[in-house]
């Protein structure tokens, strides 16, 4: 279920690709959290006065704007190492399904973000088919 979760070239079954589901939500959302920590004490450090209050209400707003902006660009970054991993950049299906998982990054989050990724990752490899073909040609490269 958690095989080749760093490989982004490979092919997934349905129980790999959960796996690579719920690891890469969870590193998303561990990922938001910490940036928008971090952006919320660097901001109670350059504003004293608007964390009066011990920054809890501060660090909330901050939280509310930082985490949608890291979660899409922590989709845009996977969704597109997948499909470069697996050279799907001619495939109008996985690049379908990357468009909808980087704009549906934003309103709903990086959990329905990565159901496309997750699909994307069940894809063959685009190298796969190219060699198929070559292997049909007339005249073969020559070795």
Not at 29 to 46: D, E, K, N, R, T
Not at 59 to 75: N, Q, V
Not at 110 to 139: C, H, L, M, P, Y
């Amino acid at each position: 279920m958690f095989k080749n979760l760093f490989d982004f070239s490979a092919k997934r079954n349905g129980w790999n690709a959960l796996g690579f589901y719920i690891v890469y939500v969870l590193a998303g959302g561990v990922l938001c959290g910490l940036a928008s920590a971090f952006m919320a004490a660097w901001y109670c450090v350059y504003e004293p006065q608007a964390c009066s209050d011990g920054g809890a209400e501060t660090g909330y707003k901050i939280g509310r704007l930082w985490g949608p902006i890291i979660g899409f660009l922590f989709t845009l970054f996977m969704g597109c190492a997948v499909v470069s991993g697996k050279k799907l950049w001619n495939s109008v299906p996985s690049v379908l399904l990357y468009i909808a998982s980087v704009l549906s990054a934003w309103p709903f989050g990086v959990i329905i973000a990565f159901i496309f990724v997750a699909i994307i990752s069940t894809f063959d490899n685009g190298n796969s088919q190219k060699i198929e073909d070559r292997n049909g040609e007339e005249n073969p490269p020559l070795e």
